[in-house]
Structures are given as structure tokens and as C-alpha cells.
Nanobody, 125 residues
Framework: QVQLVESGGGLVQAGGSLRLSCAAS????????VGWFRQAPGKEREFVAA????????YYADSVKGRFTISRDNAKNTVYLNMNSLKPEDTAVYYC??????????????????WGQGTEVTVSS
């Protein structure tokens, strides 16, 4: 069982930066793949970024590629999402999710077994 807690959200102006953190309980978190998803008001939740257990493989949605960076520190049981050049359309609740097995469809919500409660990001224009 893994529990995930996101933090780092807040209000930022367009062009600014934020770093989200996803802290996990559980000694085996270093073997989990982790994804970030977001849900904007009135929209469905969508994939943002994912990272495999070692950090050697990362995946991004086209809308954030080049602006967001996902990374992890397994010694701290934490995955990060560095967000730069933020745009108003990045406004959403951001969720991290984890899965203990190897998955191929890292962009699909159904692949993930554990979810955090989300952290809100608001980007003002």
C-alpha cells in the first residue's frame, strides 16, 4: 500500500514557475512508476508527465514538453514536477499517481493503482 501526498501548488503569474512534490509512504516506492495528471475546471483529467522507477525514462504530454520536467529522488520517496513558463491553460488540480508494475500505457489513468488528493495550481494572465 502506498499513500501519496502532493504539495507545492499555488497562484503564480503567467511565465512563472512552480515545483510540485509527490511524497510517498512505503519502503518500496522506489520500484513504482509515477505519473502526474491534471484536471482543469470543467474538463476531464489528462496526462501530464510520467517517470519510471529508476528515473531513466520520462514521458510528457505535448502541451508541456519543454516546459515541465519530472524527476524523482528515491532516497526521499518523492517525485517532483518542475513547471516553467506557466500559462493560464496550465491552471488545474494536479494529481500524482503510482503503479507498482511495469506498464506500457503510462498516459492512461487506468494503469495507476494509487492516487493523491491533488494540489491546485492557478496561473493568472
Amino acid at each position: 500500500q502506498v499513500q501519496l501526498v502532493e504539495s507545492g501548488g499555488g497562484l503564480v503569474q503567467a511565465g512563472g514557475s512552480l515545483r510540485l512534490s509527490c511524497a510517498a509512504s512505503g519502503r518500496t516506492f522506489s520500484s513504482y512508476g509515477v505519473g502526474w495528471f491534471r484536471q482543469a475546471p470543467g474538463k476531464e483529467r489528462e496526462f501530464v508527465a510520467a517517470i519510471n522507477w529508476s528515473g531513466g525514462n520520462t514521458y510528457y504530454a505535448d502541451s508541456v514538453k519543454g516546459r515541465f520536467t519530472i524527476s524523482r529522488d528515491n532516497a526521499k520517496n518523492t517525485v517532483y514536477l518542475n513547471m516553467n513558463s506557466l500559462k493560464p491553460e496550465d491552471t488545474a488540480v494536479y494529481y500524482c499517481a503510482a503503479v507498482s508494475r511495469l506498464v506500457l500505457r503510462v498516459r492512461e489513468e487506468y494503469e495507476y493503482d494509487y492516487w493523491g488528493q491533488g494540489t491546485e495550481v492557478t496561473v493568472s494572465s
